[in-house]
Structures are given as C-alpha cells and as structure tokens.
C-alpha cells in the first residue's frame, strides 16, 4: 500500500513540475540523488525536523501516528507522508509557522497540522511557501491555525488537492505577491474567516472546491487578474448560493457572482463536491450506477440495447486521473462468452482491475488526464473485432482451398477422360 502511495505522489511531481511560470522564481532547485531512501519518523529519528535535517535530495520521510509538537523548516527537495492523517499530528504549539518551505519540489501529504502562532500582524500558516515552486499539499487537515496555507512571494505551480481546511483565524488559504498558476482542486475550506484571499496574485485555478459557512468572507480578492473559478464544466459549492438547478444537472443556473473583482463561478454545484457520484441509469432506478473520480463527468448514458455506458472525463492535463465505476448486474452482467471492454476515444485500454461483486461489478482505470469519451461495453469474447477478423479470414482460407481442390480434381479427371 505504502509502495503504491509513494509511487502516486512521485507520478504527481513529474506531472506538475510540467507547469512553467511566466518568470524564473528565484527559489532553492537542487539537483535530486539517484537513489533516494525513505526515513521512518520515530523509528530513524524522534522528530521530523531530525529526519528533514538528515534527509539527501528526494528522500522521502513516512511519519508514524501520534502528536509531533514541532515548527518544521524544509530547504530541500523531499516528500513528506504522515501515515494517517486524523492520527498523524504537528502541532506548532502557537509558535511561528507549523511548516515552513522555502525549497522546490516539496510534498506535504496525510498530516494533521495545527496551532500555528496567531499574530495581529504576522501572518504565520499551518503550511507557509516562500519562494516555492512546484509543490504538492494532498490530504491534510489545517485547522486551528493563523493562515491555513499560505502561498507567498512568487510561489508558483503549486497543487493544494484535497485537503479539509478549518477553524482557521484568518484565511483558509491566501496567495499573495506573484504567486501564479497555482491549482486549489477539491479541497474543503469550513468555518474560516475568509476561505480563499488573494493578493497581487494571478492565473490561479480553483474547482471542485467546497466553501462552508466562511465569515465574513468565502472570498476576499485584493488584486489579481485571469483567476479562474471552474474549469469549464464545474465550479465550486459555496454555502450562500442561492440560484436553482432546474434541469436537475447538479449545476446551478445563475453564476455565483461574489466575488468582487475578481470575475465569476459559471458553474456554481449545488451540492458539495464529492469524488463519489451516483448516477441514475433511468429515472427511478433502485439499483444505480456510481462512479468514484477525481475529474468532472459529463453527458453520462445507459443504453441497455447496446450494453454500453458511455460518459465524459474533463479536467486539466497537470492531473492523473481515475474512475472506479461499479456497475449493478440488474442492469449489466456477463455471460461466459462476453467480457468487459473499455475504450477511451476509441482506443481500447486495459482496466487495471475487474472485481466482480455478488452485487455488481467494479471496474477501474486510470491514465493521465485529458478530454476523453468514454465507452464501457460488454462485448462477446473476440468482439473487439479480433476473433471475427481471425473467424472471417480462417473461412475464407478454407474456401480458397476447397475450390482449388475441387478444381484440381476436375483437370485429373478430364485428363485420364482424354
């Protein structure tokens, strides 16, 4: 498991560090070892800053459960994996930053991080970036800090993905001086004073993302131009929408339109942004089809005649994507002649698993994320055209040499005739 984690976070790092910025930010870029190690926090060392501290380029550092009352200071390229994030905890003891980055190429991943100081003039973070670039923030908690995380000082190409975001004092998350071309996708910021502040900072996306109940501001933009606010299917849930939905897509019909100065949501979701979806292969239906992806789903369709789903994946190319889409076998089961063919744009693809439930099967891919139509059907064994290509061709084989013997036959017999 931890394997295939660690394997997850590394595909991500190649993927984002694809992004390009509209300057060179004057950061730390260091040169990563050839063969990095992984360092267990308290097996190694009894403090995360011991194992930073020791850690070569690119090491990875897994941290064990329990409380860490540290303020951590990372100048080099590293991961860094708490091994569950409810239980996996650092604590600044309301003592400067919790994290402080100000190296390239830093993943924060699966950590509890909290109490940082809250000053009346310092803006200190839970996750504070100076001059950071290409960084991954995936699946922490924030909360009970000054600033959730806090993205400054031309800190660019950074992914905050995932993360639950709360009880902070003063932004969720903040970007400030020149820090551009950053994604903030799925995140959940609840119970912020602001949820989202932007300062003097551009080119910024941000979908997927849920803001609860943040006073007195969801959004407090202070400068910044081409933000943009969906990614051109879906946009964010925000607690104090109040437009409709009355084609019953999950979209809202107005946009969400505060967010002074800093343009509009067009796709405001009505309900909360969740990677699980339920979908209703007819209206009614007491056995639906679900589907589990980190990327937006459109023109989703059922055609029992054709035994086919068929659906979109949208999203940017910074991300990998995946979908596990359990299928009811009310709705479509295999016989022992057929199995399960999955195409993206018409190209067949390997599933990576098939699990066949008592209930229903699950089938799931993944691949790097583009615009792609997905087709899934059951298709009798060979009939993705091989066997009857194979059946045709052997058929036609026989035939040729049937009339060639029949014709040979017939020139012997003429001539003993003669």
Request: aromatic content about 10%; proline content about 4%.
């Amino acid at each position: 498991m931890q394997k295939k984690f660690l394997l997850s976070v590394f595909f991500l790092y190649v993927i984002i560090s694809t992004l390009c910025g509209v300057r060179i930010t004057p950061c730390i870029v260091q040169q990563v070892t050839a063969n990095p190690a992984i360092i267990y926090v308290p097996d190694t060392y009894d403090t995360i800053q011991k194992a930073v501290d020791t850690a070569n380029l690119g090491d990875t550092i897994i941290v064990r459960p329990g409380i860490y009352r540290e303020n951590i200071f990372i100048n080099k390229t590293l991961t860094l994996i708490g091994e569950d994030r409810n239980t996996t905890i650092i604590d600044g003891s309301r003592a400067g930053d919790v994290i402080h980055v100000i190296s390239s190429n830093v993943a924060i991943v699966n950590f509890t991080i909290q109490n940082s100081a809250d000053d009346p003039v310092i803006l200190y973070g839970g996750i504070f970036l100076f001059r950071a670039v290409h960084t991954i923030i995936q699946n922490n908690i924030l909360k009970n800090n000054s600033v959730g995380i806090h993205i400054q000082n031309e800190s660019n190409n950074t992914l905050v993905i995932d993360n639950l975001i709360l009880d902070n004092t003063r932004p969720g998350i903040r970007l400030a001086d020149n820090s551009n071309f950053n994604y903030i996708i799925g995140n959940t910021l609840k119970n912020n004073t602001v949820g989202v502040e932007v300062h003097t900072s551009s080119f910024n996306t941000l979908y997927h993302n849920n803001f609860i109940l943040n006073k007195p501001y969801q959004v407090k933009p202070l400068a910044g131009v081409s933000n943009k606010w969906d990614d051109g299917v879906e946009g964010n849930f925000w607690s104090d929408y109040d437009g409709f939905d009355s084609n019953g897509d999950g979209i809202g019909d107005t946009p969400y339109y505060e967010l002074p100065w800093w343009g509009v949501d067009d796709y405001p979701l009505i309900m909360p942004w969740n990677i699980t979806r339920v979908l209703q292969a007819e209206i009614g239906e007491e056995h639906p089809i679900t589907l589990q992806s980190n990327c937006t789903i459109t023109s989703f369709n059922f055609n029992s005649s054709l035994k086919q789903i068929s659906f979109r994946i949208i999203g940017p190319t910074i991300l990998n994507f995946f979908c596990d889409v359990s299928v009811p076998k009310t709705r479509l089961n295999l016989t022992s002649s057929e199995k399960w063919l999955v195409q993206l744009n018409s190209t067949d693809i390997s599933a990576k698993s098939i699990i066949k439930e008592n209930s229903h099967t699950s089938i799931y891919f993944a691949g790097s994320l583009n615009n792609y139509e997905v087709r899934i059907k059951v298709a009798k064994v060979g009939g993705d055209g091989s066997f009857t290509l194979y059946a045709i061709g052997f058929g036609v084989a026989i035939a040729v040499v049937s009339i060639t013997v029949i014709v040979a036959l017939k020139k012997k017999r003429r001539a003993k005739m003669k």
